[in-house]
Every structure is written in structure tokens, then in C-alpha cells.
């Protein structure tokens, strides 16, 4: 009998599923960002502009391989979550010990190339003279660590493909607090500068997967890990790297892409580019509702679908839309009502808050825009299909996105046109996703035969 920490989304009230299983992801991912802010605020104060510069120079790499990973762990994850909708207990255990060994090998291979290849990234990434040193310094430390972040990713990913998003969360927030209090303990008590910081991050991340590891071994359930069971099943692997790695390859490159769109802001000069980073800083914090809404979307649709339940995995991704929607809105109205204020958390000085109330009041109506190509996508790779929404998000955000931008510099310039880069991208992507979407299910409902209803 399965355990009340698992959450059967295959039957009982949706739009209750859906809240009860989102709102964990939310508060998680709300912890995540606020501790690397303090992270930047600690090293900011207590140490120097140089390291500053570096926890900020190292972001693009950290974040791609971040993203690379969570699509793998949603690739796992959308494969136990059929299984376990299905209940098909043998292939949910191969599935959790498939996952949870690739993980430890790959967990080694990565710190070995991660702290091989640091020298090259930092010049790669063109960092400054003077932040080369705190750069290489922070990188390094942190690849030494990288095996603690994708044991807690995978991990996670195996609870909530079976309905469990509480306890991911509980560790994250104990970790967040860990993390926050080791900075003030290495970076302000011991004086370690920025290897204090990241001392700091990677032995949160070691905690955090510690604690995974204990609730996977330790728990009665059915996809209880036992390490005398661990190894590959060859037709699972194909599976989680078909929906994986393309779900991974897009969040990364997309991430990586982000890079060359700092460089047009930079030309603005200063001001523009510090009320830039104050508006990407509230910016992080009213995606991520609907970024959580669509990883329920993903568990919901895979476990129904498991079940052979179409028209519940639909209503599912319905509800979900309609709830990202709702939320967006009424942030998108706050952004406007409390744009200095929030702009004011980062800085005093007004020419920068100018910028940034620019940027809050102008991108804030287009959030409703994202939301859709979120939770489509998150629908379709609970669907099984990561290839689809990996070809249009990485068609959409990344050459779409850099075409406008090149022929908006050298046409019309200014900033607003620069700045509606990243709506243009979501509008296309959006109405893309939308239409790929109805074709898929159009497409399901003939081969199976079954009444499938479609988004009108």
C-alpha cells in the first residue's frame, strides 16, 4: 500500500492536486533565490567588488549547468511518474536505481572535467583581468562540490514524480539557512573571502543530498533505493535521455544565450545595466509560480497518462494554466503598483532606479505571455515528448531572440526596443507551443482512439 508522502494524482480533486503539489516547488524555489541574493549581499559588504564580480562572472556556467540537469532529473522524473501512475512497481525500481547510478558516475566525471576545465571557462567567459583570480578560485571549489547538487536534483526528482514535494522542500529550506549561515560564519568570522562563499554553497549542497539519500533508503515504499540493486537498465537509460537530455540541452543553451543578451544592455552603459540587474532580480522571483505550476503539470500529465487517463491529464494541464495565469496577473499588477520600492531594495541612487522602474513597468504586462509556452511545455514533456518544446523554447529564446536583437541595434535602436526581446520571444514561443500542442493531442487522440479534449 503506498504511503501518504506520495501523492496518487490518477484520481481525487485536480485543481487541489495541482495547488497542494505546486505550492512546495513555489516556496522551495522561492528559498533558492532568496539565499544566492544573500550570498551576493554577504560578499558584496564583507569582501571586495572584484569578488562580487566574480560570484556574478561565474553565473552563466553555474546556471547552464544547473539547467542541464534539472532536464535530466525531469527526464527521470517523467519516467518514474509513468511508471508509478501505472503501477508498475518492477520498472519504478529499475527506473529510481537506473537514475540514482547514473547520477554517482556522472557526479564524477562532471567534478573531474568541472575542475580540469576551470581556466579555460574563465577566460572563455572574457572575465577581467582583476577578477580572473576570485573567478578561478570560486569555480573550482564549486565543481569540487557538484556531485552534492545533482545527488539532491535527481533525488528530488524521484519524490515528486511520486506525488512527494514537501520533503524537497523541507531540505531545501534547511539547506537555504545552512548555506546563509556559513557565509556569515566563513566570509565575515574566518575572513575566507569568496572561498568562505563557496565552502559554503557546496557543503549545503553535500547536506541536502545526504538527506535525499536517507529518505530514499530509508523509506517502505515502492521506490525505496537499496544499494545493493543499483545499476543500469539499458531501455530505461534511453528513455530518461530521451526526454532528458533535450529538456536539459534546451534550459542550458537557453541559459548560456542570456550572456550575449547582457551585452546589449551593457552598451546603455552603467545605470542602465545596474537597474537591469535590480529588475532581473524581482524578475526571478515572479516566474517562478508558473515554472512550478508547470513541473505539477508535468508529474500530473505523466502520472495520468500512465494510468491511460487522457482526459484528466488534460483537464490537468488546463488548471494549471488557468492557475499560472491568475497568479502572473495579479503580480504583474503589484510590479506596476510597487516598482520603486522594489528597485529601492537594491539601490539609492536615482539614476539606476530610473532604469529599473523602465524595465518593471514595461516587461510586467507581458508576463501572461510566458505562461503559456511554461505549462504547454511542461504538459507535452510529461507527455513523453522533450524534443518538441526543446525545438521551439530553443528556436524562440535563443535564434529568434538574437536576430531581433541584431537587427533592432542596427535599425531602430534605443532601449524599449531591447528590452522587448525577452516578451517578443515568449509571444512566439507561446503561440508555437500552443499550436504544436493541439497537434500532438489531435494526433494522440487518433492513434489511441480516445476522447482527448484540446485547449479552445
Known amino acids: 500500500m503506498r504511503k501518504s508522502k506520495t501523492r496518487d494524482m490518477t484520481q481525487g480533486n485536480i485543481w487541489k492536486h495541482i495547488i497542494l503539489f ?70 519504478l525500481h529499475k527506473s529510481v536505481h537506473t537514475t540514482m547510478l547514473l547520477t554517482f558516475l556522472l557526479g564524477i566525471a562532471f567534478t573531474i572535467i568541472g575542475v580540469l576545465m576551470v581556466p579555460f571557462m574563465v577566460r572563455f567567459m572574457k572575465t577581467p583581468e582583476d577578477v ?7 569555480l573550482r571549489i564549486y565543481f569540487l562540490g557538484i556531485a552534492g547538487l545533482m545527488i539532491y536534483n535527481m533525488g528530488s526528482g524521484i519524490l515528486r514524480a511520486v506525488g512527494d514535494s514537501k520533503r524537497p522542500l523541507y531540505f531545501l529550506c534547511v539547506t537555504s539557512v545552512v548555506n546563509i549561515i ?13 572561498a568562505g562563499a563557496a565552502y559554503a554553497t557546496i557543503l549545503a549542497e553535500i547536506i541536502s543530498s545526504v538527506m535525499v539519500l536517507w529518505v530514499l533508503t530509508t ?3 515502492v521506490y525505496r533505493m537499496r544499494w ?64 512550478s505550476l508547470a513541473l505539477s503539470a508535468t508529474t500530473f500529465v505523466g502520472q495520468n497518462l500512465g494510468a491511460k487517463n487522457e482526459k484528466r491529464a488534460n483537464q490537468g494541464m488546463k488548471i494549471a494554466l488557468i492557475l499560472a495565469l491568475g497568479v502572473t496577473i495579479l503580480l504583474s499588477i503589484l510590479l506596476n503598483v510597487a516598482a520603486t520600492p522594489l528597485i529601492r531594495m537594491f539601490t539609492a541612487e536615482e539614476d539606476v532606479l530610473y532604469f529599473g522602474r523602465i524595465f518593471l513597468h514595461f516587461m510586467s504586462p507581458f508576463y501572461v505571455f510566458a505562461c503559456f509556452n511554461q505549462i504547454h511545455a511542461g504538459a507535452l514533456r510529461g507527455a513523453g515528448d522533450a524534443n518538441g518544446p526543446m525545438v521551439i523554447m530553443l528556436t524562440s529564446f535563443v535564434l ?16 524599449y526596443p531591447v528590452a522587448f526581446a525577452y516578451p517578443a520571444g515568449w509571444i512566439v514561443c507561446s503561440l508555437i507551443m500552443f499550436l504544436y500542442y493541439q497537434y500532438e493531442m489531435k494526433k494522440r487522440k487518433n492513434q489511441l482512439g480516445c476522447n482527448t479534449e484540446t485547449l479552445t
Open 22 to 91: 505546486s505550492v512546495p516547488l513555489l516556496i522551495g524555489n522561492f528559498f533558492q533565490q532568496l539565499y544566492n541574493t544573500v550570498d551576493s549581499v554577504i560578499v558584496g559588504h564583507y569582501v571586495s567588488k572584484q569578488a562580487l564580480a566574480a560570484v556574478g562572472s561565474t553565473a552563466p556556467v553555474i546556471n547552464t549547468l544547473v539547467g542541464f540537469f534539472m532536464g535530466m532529473s525531469t527526464g527521470a522524473g517523467v519516467v518514474i511518474s509513468h511508471y508509478f501512475g501505472a503501477q508498475d512497481q518492477k520498472n
Open 132 to 138: 580572473i583570480a576570485e573567478s578561478t578560485t570560486y
Open 182 to 194: 556559513l557565509d556569515i560564519v566563513f566570509v565575515v568570522g574566518f575572513h575566507m573571502g569568496i
Open 219 to 221: 523509506t517502505r515504499d
Open 228 to 291: 545493493k540493486d543499483l545499476r543500469i537498465s539499458k531501455d530505461i537509460l534511453i528513455r530518461i535521455c530521451k526526454i532528458g537530455f533535450p529538456a536539459g540541452l534546451q534550459i542550458a543553451v537557453t541559459s548560456f544565450s542570456n550572456v550575449f543578451v547582457q551585452s546589449y544592455i551593457n552598451r546603455f552603459g552603467s545605470a542602465c545595466m545596474a537597474g537591469w540587474t535590480s529588475y532581473s532580480k524581482v524578475d526571478q522571483f515572479v516566474i517562478l509560480p508558473m515554472q
Open 400 to 415: 529568434f531572440r538574437q536576430c531581433y536583437l541584431w537587427i533592432t541595434s542596427h535599425t531602430v535602436g534605443g532601449i
